[in-house]
């Protein structure tokens, strides 16, 4: 089955900086990668997503990029917040099976 | 778009009582829905995955006689805790996929819902 790995599992920035989550997955059949925020004590907010039929997408201050061959996808924070700061979680699918999730990334933008 | 709601948010029950949880799509028709439940500070572990007028598929190790998951329609999916005992204590989640979405599993989470067990 499909298993994804996030990294890095903690990171901290400075207001206004970059932010760069990574993940890796395994089944090479998968063609829906989610972004997910969850602020605590709340649900997953979908924030991005990219079909396997496209190599990068963008949303203002969010990007995501997919590189099937290697198996990863990345999102991309640009011009940092504090209301930035959540755990964000990747996810892959393929067709209708279940999405599997990455441990998660806790986000802290430093004021 | 695409909100989806559990109620209640947060509920305390006693030892050997049941809950129930509901999840609705306010907005769209969920071919399909999934239950989470989420330990702190981990991530989110799935329980089952319902369609609509079916019966639900439960993951390995779930018990399927004491997580209940009704789905009776396109926007209202229930979960019911039967005897709930204090290590059923944590945070469940529902989401919902679209059913526009075809063959990419685009799911909305619901807030959650904070079930500590006395």
């Known amino acids: ?111 | 778009g695409a909100v989806v709601s559990q109620h209640p948010s947060r509920v305390i029950c006693k030892s050997g009582t049941s809950v129930k949880i509901e999840c609705r799509s306010l907005d769209f028709q969920a071919t399909t829905m999934f239950w989470y439940r989420q330990f702190p500070k981990k991530s989110l572990m799935l329980m089952a995955t319902s369609n609509e007028g079916s019966k639900a598929t439960y993951e390995q190790g779930v018990e399927k006689d004491k997580f209940l998951i009704n789905h009776a329609s396109l926007t209202l999916s229930t979960l019911t805790v039967t005897s709930a005992h204090p290590e059923d204590s944590s945070f469940y989640i529902c989401s919902a996929k679209r059913g526009t979405s075809g063959v990419y599993n685009e799911q909305f989470f619901g807030p959650g819902t904070r079930l500590t067990v006395l």
Do not use: M
Not at chain 1, 16 to 39: H, L, M, R
């Open chain 1, 1 to 111: 089955g499909e298993n994804v790995e996030q990294h890095p599992s903690t990171l901290s920035v400075q207001e206004g900086d970059s932010a760069v989550i990574k993940c890796t997955y395994s089944d090479s059949a998968s063609n829906y990668f989610p972004w997910y925020k969850q602020e605590l004590g709340k649900g997953p907010q979908l924030i991005i997503d990219i079909r396997s039929n496209v190599g990068e997408k963008k949303d203002q201050r969010i990007a995501v990029t997919l590189n099937k061959t290697a198996k990863h996808f990345s999102l991309h924070i640009t011009e940092t917040q504090p209301e930035d700061s959540a755990v964000y979680f990747c996810a892959a699918s393929r067709g209708n099976t279940p999405l599997v999730f990455g441990k998660g990334t806790r986000l802290s933008v430093i004021a």
